[in-house]
């Protein structure tokens, strides 16, 4: 199973307030112990949602919004995409953490293509083998 880890944003790093170098030691160690035991797919910091831009759908044309967001709570500073057999596993994982700062954290479930069995077409099927082929993604 894969799961997406969601980091939280924080006033701080909404302000762009960079890790000081201890933080970044102690995560870049605990990122290694997650990739060493084959845990780690992937995982970035974001900046802040000042330099990002919304998307909003629907009528004809999507309309286009320049950051910042007010909603820090809602804001995403950060993600690792891991695998493990269970979500469980992936809490366990993240007990260990090196977060201090009343950072928060949300863990989500990945949809994979079994998942969408009922619909999924031959042609579907293909075309999503071809993308990830393309893509270098695990299945």
Do not use: H
Request: a negative charge; one cysteine or more; glycine letters at 8%.
């Amino acid at each position: 199973m894969r799961f997406m880890v969601l980091v939280k944003a924080t006033a701080q790093s909404e302000a762009g307030v960079l890790p000081d170098a201890k933080l970044l030691e102690a995560m870049g160690a605990f990122n290694e112990e997650l990739a060493n035991a084959g845990v780690l797919l992937a995982g970035e910091g974001l900046q802040p949602s000042s330099k990002g831009t919304r998307m909003k759908f629907g009528g004809e044309r999507p309309s286009v919004v320049d950051g910042p967001f007010a909603e820090t709570k809602e804001l995403v500073a950060g993600f690792w995409i891991v695998q493990a057999k269970s979500k469980d596993e992936v809490i366990a994982w993240l007990m260990r953490c090196p977060f201090d700062q009343n950072e928060e954290i949300e863990i989500r479930q990945i949809y994979e293509m079994e998942d969408f069995a009922p619909a999924l077409t031959p042609e579907t099927r293909e075309q999503e083998q071809r993308l990830r082929a393309k893509i270098g993604a695990a299945d």
